[in-house]
């Protein structure tokens, strides 16, 4: 089994649906993050938190929304799902205190109609 | 915030053949790490280094932190490394703890 697991893998949606992306981790690290990949624009950060009870937004917040359920898992929301949220969303973790490896999850593939 | 420059943005080999990614920095960094994108779109992180030089069999990987670059090395290329190498970098203190992508090199590998 992977250490960092999203679900789900595909989703299609409409506009204006709220859909939740799941993450959960076997890794025992502190660090989790969303991430968000779009075609000739990289990896941005949508979210990112360092703990439970501290959950920091990243370059492109706006239209999502996070819960740090517990240490292993991290949910990222979007209330009103629209066409360009389209994309390859990814999960991923790492050791705390300062940087460490990043280490990603299978990443879950959006689609909004 | 730390701009991340990566170059090329794609490149063309034959397998067998010897490469050179570079990543340009903005800023000093405490953190900084490659990773490869296969084609079924997982990311694997292949090195993390801030500075100094790794190797992990056909790869290499160098970070000239005073000179804010970085170069991974692919030498005799395989069809299977193909793919997406992204650069990643962070600076603890600026930025807070998050890692910020460079754009890619996209590496396609000929048989």
């Known amino acids: 089994d992977a250490d960092v697991t999203q679900t789900p893998r595909n989703r299609i949606t409409k506009t204006g649906k709220r859909i939740m992306l799941e993450c959960s981790q076997t890794?025992?690290?502190?660090?989790m993050y969303w991430y968000r990949q779009d075609p000739g624009l990289g990896l941005r950060l949508i979210y990112y938190?360092?703990?439970?009870?501290?959950?920091n937004k990243g370059e492109i917040s706006d239209g999502y929304s996070v819960s740090r359920q517990a240490q292993a898992k991290f949910s990222l929301s979007l209330e009103s799902a629209i066409p360009n949220q389209t994309a390859l969303y990814f999960c991923a973790t790492s050791v705390h205190p300062e940087g460490g490896e990043l280490f990603f999850g299978e990443g879950s593939r959006l689609t909004v109609l | 915030g730390i701009q991340v420059e990566q170059s090329p943005p794609d490149l063309i080999l034959q397998e067998g053949a010897n490469s050179t990614l570079r990543c340009n920095f903005s800023d000093s960094v405490n953190n900084l790490q490659w990773f490869h994108q296969n084609p079924w779109g997982q990311l694997i992180n292949l090195f993390y280094i801030p500075s100094g030089t790794k190797q992990n069999g056909r790869l290499s990987a160098t970070t000239v932190a005073t000179e804010r670059y970085s170069l991974l090395y692919i030498s005799s290329s395989q069809t299977t490394d193909s793919g997406v190498y992204f650069c990643a970098v962070e600076n603890w203190y600026n930025q807070g703890g998050k890692l910020i992508f460079g754009q890619g090199t996209e590496l396609s590998v000929k048989p």
């Open positions: 938190s360092f703990d439970v009870k501290d959950i």
């Open positions: 890794k025992g690290h502190d660090r």
